[in-house]
């Protein structure tokens, strides 16, 4: 599978509608399947990804007077600033804070960024369903802006600018995954990232597998801080191991430390120290080709999600119990940061679609509402395509 090129050109389209002429940069960027490692990466810890063929486009115009007006084919406002606003915005402007913060961000790193220009995203990710649209955005608007200015910084720099554009202007705690995944991306590949380093390398995926997303639509209403209390836990977990990091334990080295540390922190701890086992347990598997293993790590995975980290729902842990019954589904878990969103399937391809409604019919039967199922390839990482 490979990406749209009807999203090209909907760009231009729209983009002329909207600013009267073509973009001079073109840049997309993919969004991502958290394969395995879940809330490993602000640990220290290693994760799986993989970049999908769906994602963000972003075209940009230089301007001469110095304002910026960006623009989404998902909000009906454009949102405009002088070159030299530097705080982020808030309400119904708020999702400029992903271009925004990316030129702030790049700026602090050292690369040019354009002064005025005219912005365009337009997206086939669907949002809410974490799949990563916000880390698509960024990366595909710092390599328009970049380029724009005449610079070409390397990836990483890139990616850690995304990162830290997340982190600091928009407020969210995340990790390095969903940035290095939507930059280092490779088709036919997953993306593994040591986020120490960080240190960025691919794994080959079995030939005639493929994945399916089933996005249950369901946000949890305190999602994000749900997500900044889990990395607070990790953190109380870690001082209370009397570490760093939780990467820096192994589960021996966690057992032998446990004594006395509250539950909650240690139970979160226990989730983390075993994703990164069974991340490093995955690629070997996968390097044997031992698919079926690979499946069953999966499945753990979600389990310790639900059981340990308690970050998935009624709606996917229904999901996940129908998928792992399904003929030719190895395995499949929440994807993400938990507590709504979606479920990714890993399967051998052709997948029965019958097999998929199913799964999909039983929920509607149980929820009273219907999954989207989404069939998704893999995707190379950011990258400019220019008119
Ligand atoms: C979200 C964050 C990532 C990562 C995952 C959980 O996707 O943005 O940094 O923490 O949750 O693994």
Request: glycine residues 12%; neutral net charge; charged residues 20%.
């Given at each position: ?28 960027a993919p969004g991502r399947i958290e394969f ?5 990466d ?5 994760v799986?990804g993989a970049a999908i063929?769906r994602g963000v ?41 992903y ?24 997206s086939d990710l669907p949002p809410g369903a974490g799949l990563s649209s916000s880390a698509a955005l960024e990366l595909a ?18 990616v850690?600018?995304a990162r830290?554009?997340e982190?600091?202007?928009v407020?969210v705690?995340c990790g390095i995954l969903d940035q290095a995944v939507s930059g280092f991306g ?5 993306v593994?990232i ?19 997303i089933?996005n ?11 997500y ?107 994807t993400g940061g938990?507590?709504?969103g979606a479920?990714m ?31 998704v390839?893999?995707a190379?990482g950011a ?5």
């Amino acid at each position: 599978m490979s990406w749209s090129p009807l999203m090209r050109s909907e760009l231009i389209r729209r983009f002329c509608s909207l600013h009267g002429r073509e973009p001079a940069i073109i840049a997309r960027a993919p969004g991502r399947i958290e394969f395995i490692g879940n809330h490993t990466d602000y640990n220290g810890g290693t994760v799986l990804g993989a970049a999908i063929d769906r994602g963000v486009w972003v075209g940009v115009a230089p301007r001469t007077d110095g304002r910026r007006r960006f623009a989404s084919a998902a909000m009906t406002d454009v949102v405009e600033t002088v070159a030299d606003a530097s705080r982020p915005l808030a309400g119904k402007d708020a999702w400029a804070n992903y271009p925004l913060g990316m030129l702030v961000s790049l700026a602090a790193a050292g690369v040019a960024v354009p002064a005025g220009f005219d912005f365009l995203a337009v997206s086939d990710l669907p949002p809410g369903a974490g799949l990563s649209s916000s880390a698509a955005l960024e990366l595909a608007s710092g390599l328009a802006f970049a380029r724009l200015a005449g610079a070409e910084p390397p990836r990483v720099t890139l990616v850690r600018a995304a990162r830290h554009a997340e982190n600091t202007f928009v407020g969210v705690p995340c990790g390095i995954l969903d940035q290095a995944v939507s930059g280092f991306g490779r088709r036919g590949h997953l993306v593994h990232i040591d986020c120490r380093g960080p240190d960025f390398s691919t794994v080959p995926l079995p030939a005639g597998t493929g994945f399916r997303i089933f996005n249950t639509h369901t946000r949890h209403a305190l999602v994000d801080g749900l997500y900044a209390e889990r990395h607070r836990e990790c953190g109380e977990a870690a001082r209370a191991l009397g570490v760093a990091l939780l990467a820096d334990l192994d589960s021996a080295g966690l057992e032998a430390r446990a004594r006395g540390v509250p539950e909650v922190p240690l139970r979160r701890a226990r989730h983390v120290v075993g994703e990164i086992s069974r991340v490093a347990a995955c690629v070997a598997a996968l390097r044997a080709g031992r698919i079926e293993e690979v499946g069953r790590l999966l499945a753990v995975s979600h389990e310790s999600s639900r059981t340990s980290f308690e970050n998935s729902t009624p709606e996917l842990d229904f999901i996940v119990e129908g998928l792992m019954r399904t003929p030719g589904v190895f395995g499949a878990r929440l994807t993400g940061g938990g507590f709504g969103g979606a479920v990714m399937a890993l399967v051998a391809e052709p997948f029965a679609p019958e097999s998929a409604e199913r799964v999909a019919a039983a929920y509607n039967e149980r929820f009273g509402a219907r999954p989207d199922v989404l069939a998704v390839g893999t995707a190379d990482g950011a990258s400019l395509e220019n008119p």
